[in-house]
């Protein structure tokens, strides 16, 4: 089980920080990241972390957005910084773990201009 919080309204330029935990007996996840989905769009990828630390993030997020994670925890953060409207949306947690895709239940992330 996924959950995530850290979501709330902002100023653009203002950051946040989410977080995302894992729960049950899973170890050394594969995989831990970020998507997101707008109102009327499809859900895309913000950004993803590995068990061994690479990083990869989505065009539009690199040089604002960073994604840590605490493996002994199975947590992960998206620290998310110069928020632009165009970040509004859903944040959903995701796991990718020996072929398993699981996802959290959102948390609403709104910048206002």
């Known amino acids: 089980q996924l959950q995530a919080s850290g979501g709330g309204l902002v100023q653009a330029g203002e950051s946040l920080r989410l977080s995302c935990g894992a729960s049950?007996?899973?170890?050394?996840?594969?995989?831990m990241g970020w998507y997101r989905q707008a109102p009327g769009k499809q859900r895309d990828p913000v950004a993803m972390?590995?068990?061994?630390?690479?990083?990869i993030y989505g065009d539009s997020v690199k040089g604002r957005f960073a994604i840590s994670r605490d493996s002994v925890k199975n947590m992960v953060y998206l620290q998310m910084n110069s928020l632009k409207p165009e970040d509004t949306a859903v944040y959903y947690c995701?796991?990718?773990?020996?072929?398993?895709?699981?996802w959290g239940q959102g948390t609403l992330v709104t910048v206002s201009s």
């Open positions: 995701n796991v990718l773990h020996d072929g398993k895709t699981y």
């Open positions: 972390i590995s068990n061994l630390g690479s990083t």
């Open positions: 049950g007996r899973i170890f050394n996840i594969n995989y």
